[in-house]
């Protein structure tokens, strides 16, 4: 990954268009990189996941353009390079898998983000139905090892859902409004040999995790 690593080191600094384009060719070698990487981790991850494993690789990636209209900050460019695969591809708005690589700030996860209310609801009450399931999958040593639980941080509501008790046993995990786990890598962990095999295993402990939250959203 050093070749996009190179150009996001220097995007960082020229992030303008006449900077990009003069260096278009350098970006395209990069791209071409991190689809190159991002199909191997399709290739391989869909060995435990039949839901991505037929996915385009092109059509998982993120745009490096941002949309300016309505941000004060007005840089035209991302410095990172990201991807998105779940079931039936990019924004389905199913759960999915996550991999961002950015110089100081790359990070692999997976999970569902700010769903519309009908999939919060339904994810709510699976939890709240499957209680023993759910806690295995999060507490699980592996899934423990790779992402240390739940990211708990941001996206949870300070009072309890309309239809569940103060006191639900599992209540902090009913009051977030994203269920998401990651996991961060150092530049020399990306540019690693094993990091390939790394974000595979990632994907396939995430698995048990997007199996509990696909089954609630089914009709």
Same mark, same amino acid.
């Given at each position: 990954?050093?070749?996009?690593?190179?150009?996001?080191?220097?995007?960082?600094?020229?992030?303008?268009?006449?900077?990009?384009?003069?260096?278009?060719?350098?970006?395209?070698?990069?791209?071409?990189?991190?689809?190159?990487?991002?199909?191997?981790?399709?290739?391989?991850?869909?060995?435990?996941?039949?839901?991505?494993?037929?996915?385009?690789?092109?059509?998982?990636?993120?745009?490096?353009?941002?949309?300016?209209?309505?941000?004060?900050?007005?840089?035209?460019?991302?410095? $990172? !390079?990201?991807?998105?695969?779940? @079931? /039936?591809?990019?924004?389905?708005?199913? +759960?999915?898998? *996550?991999?961002?690589?950015? =110089?100081?700030?790359?990070?692999?996860?997976?999970?569902?983000?700010?769903?519309?209310?009908?999939?919060?609801?339904?994810?709510?009450?699976?939890?709240?139905?499957?209680?023993?399931?759910?806690?295995?999958?999060?507490?699980?040593?592996?899934?423990?090892? $790779? !992402?240390?639980?739940?990211?708990? @941080? /941001?996206?949870?509501?300070?009072?309890? +859902?309309?239809? *569940?008790?103060?006191?639900? =046993?599992?209540?902090?995990?009913?009051?977030?409004?994203?269920?998401?786990?990651?996991?961060?890598?150092?530049?020399?962990?990306?540019?690693?040999?094993?990091?390939?095999?790394?974000?595979?295993?990632?994907?396939?402990?995430?698995?048990?995790?997007?199996?509990?939250?696909?089954?609630?959203?089914?009709?």
């Amino acid at each position: 990954m050093r070749a996009a690593f190179s150009f996001l080191k220097k995007l960082k600094k020229n992030n303008n268009r006449d900077w990009f384009q003069a260096h278009k060719e350098e970006y395209n070698l990069a791209k071409e990189e991190f689809e190159s990487f991002i199909r191997t981790v399709i290739q391989k991850a869909g060995k435990y996941d039949p839901d991505i494993k037929a996915l385009d690789a092109g059509k998982t990636i993120f745009r490096i353009y941002r949309d300016i209209r309505f941000s004060k900050d007005k840089t035209p460019y991302k410095t $990172h !390079f990201a991807a998105s695969f779940q @079931k /039936d591809g990019k924004k389905t708005g199913y +759960p999915g898998y *996550y991999i961002h690589l950015e =110089p100081g700030n790359s990070f692999v996860g997976g999970g569902i983000w700010q769903p519309d209310p009908e999939f919060t609801a339904k994810i709510r009450q699976e939890i709240d139905y499957c209680r023993e399931e759910f806690l295995d999958i999060i507490n699980n040593k592996n899934f423990q090892s $790779h !992402f240390g639980g739940l990211d708990m @941080k /941001d996206f949870s509501l300070k009072r309890m +859902p309309k239809g *569940y008790e103060a006191d639900h =046993p599992l209540g902090e995990f009913i009051k977030l409004n994203s269920w998401l786990a990651d996991r961060a890598y150092s530049d020399e962990e990306v540019y690693s040999e094993d990091f390939l095999n790394k974000v595979v295993s990632d994907i396939k402990t995430l698995k048990p995790f997007m199996n509990f939250l696909n089954r609630a959203l089914l009709p």
